[in-house]
């Protein structure tokens, strides 16, 4: 995967920040298979295809360092999917909501999903399993009352803000709106699940978004990929390192700061970290 060089020519607005292969890795894996969407996390890697199939990455559980091998196939239909840190959330193309159950080193595929009320298009869990999402209206939306008693949560809470992409993690809770504008919530940083100020980012034209370890964060704009570490993300401060390669989607784990991310033709790829 090789990205052309004068493309940076045209990206006036990024500011380069101290990312480098130390925090970032320094080469992309393919990995066999086809999925639109990836999710990594401490449960491991879990994606769906373009059928909406559902997949999880054996070897993958517990936030090892390692890409795993082969793709079981587990029952069910998702469009969108989240991993946390023992739990995985998925909606539907309909818009249901459903958290995996049952999930551990034992049984890492987990035994079935239990449907949520509500109605969300896209969902985010972090490595403390607390999640978030946005509707079809693009209306953001809180999990209220997770515990280890209440896996699933007790209610949602509604959020200010239009999003349609959202991510939380230890970066803080990050999302982008339909005109591609991307925004950080104030006072989130650190996984603190609290409702903050939205603040906006630098620059446009972001199309996914990923908040992860070691105050990481992931976006892709164009297909062009973006790493922002170790900047004053509570102050709102995100400096921009260009990542060689292309890919719709990223997803780098809030538990070691891994990334797995797929392409337009949803080919899946693996990437180290400081930790891998």
């Not at 509500?118 to 607390?130: E, F, K, P, S, Y």
């Not at 102050?235 to 809030?254: C, E, H, M, Y």
Request: aromatic letters at 12%; glycine letters at 16%.
């Amino acid at each position: 995967m090789k990205m052309n060089l004068l493309f940076l020519i045209f990206l006036p607005t990024i500011v380069y920040s101290v990312c480098n292969d130390y925090t970032i890795g320094t080469s992309w894996t393919h990995i066999p298979g086809k999925l639109k969407w990836v999710s990594v996390g401490h449960a491991g890697t879990w994606g769906v295809n373009s059928g909406d199939d559902i997949f999880y990455r054996s070897g993958t559980f517990g936030g090892v360092c390692n890409s795993g091998a082969g793709w079981p196939h587990i029952a069910g239909k998702l469009s969108n999917i989240a991993v946390g840190h023992d739990i995985v959330w998925g909606v539907n193309s309909a818009g249901a909501i459903f958290y995996r159950n049952g999930i551990s080193s034992d049984k890492p595929e987990g035994t079935d999903w239990v449907h949520i009320e509500g109605a969300l298009t896209r969902i985010t869990v972090d490595d403390h399993n607390q999640m978030w999402g946005v509707n079809k209206n693009d209306d953001i939306y809180q999990r209220q009352g997770i515990t280890e008693a209440a896996r699933g949560g007790t209610g949602w809470k509604h959020v200010a803000g239009k999003l349609v992409d959202v991510s939380f993690g230890p970066a803080g809770l990050l999302g982008v709106n339909r005109g591609g504008s991307a925004y950080y919530m104030g006072g989130t940083y650190g996984s603190h699940n609290e409702e903050g100020v939205w603040k906006a980012l630098t620059s446009s034209e972001w199309q996914t978004i990923s908040s992860g370890a070691l105050a990481e964060v992931w976006a892709v704009k164009n297909g062009a990929i973006y790493s922002s570490c170790g900047d004053d993300k509570d102050g709102g401060n995100f400096l921009w390192t260009l990542v060689p390669g292309a890919l719709k989607q990223a997803s780098i784990s809030g538990h070691n700061g891994a990334v797995w991310g797929v392409n337009a033709n949803d080919d899946i790829f693996y990437r180290g970290s400081l930790f891998c």
